[in-house]
């Protein structure tokens, strides 16, 4: 999605945020260049989507969250204050990230993840089930 967005911006192409119509997107919220926000979903006060990031249907960025370029909050995601994902991760539909946590990029969040701590992860894919040697963070 994002070598797309480049190879449209090297083409001399604008890339406008949709914001669907039945969305709510606080004034004060950064939405970015070729960000999409999705039917129903909710992007909160002072929350920051980076370029070509996806908020789907449903989903929420509460307050304060910090998303990265690239990054997709899958349908009925929640996102707590202050939360921060880097470049390109997902965050699985229906997954919760609690308060203040951060999620490193290129990472999936799955849908029963849970985590008190910030998380920094360390292989690709944070999983359903706690940790295994497929699922992982420190």
Do not use: F, Q, Y
Request: proline share 4%.
């Amino acid at each position: 999605r994002r070598a797309i967005g480049a190879a449209l911006r090297a083409l001399g192409m604008r890339l406008d945020p949709v914001i669907d119509k039945t969305a709510a997107v606080s004034g004060s919220a950064s939405v970015g260049e070729g960000c999409h926000v999705l039917a129903n979903a909710v992007v909160a006060a002072d929350a920051s989507l980076g370029a070509m990031a996806i908020v789907n249907n449903g989903a929420v960025v509460d307050h304060e969250c910090a998303l990265a370029a690239g990054v997709h909050v899958a349908p009925g995601a929640v996102l707590c204050g202050l939360v921060e994902v880097g470049e390109d991760a997902m965050v699985g539909a229906g997954a919760t990230v609690l308060p203040r946590l951060r999620i490193w990029g290129n990472v999936m969040w799955g849908r029963k993840t849970s985590r008190r701590v910030p998380v920094l992860a360390t292989r690709p894919r944070v999983g359903s089930h706690g940790v295994s040697s497929l699922w992982w963070c420190s």
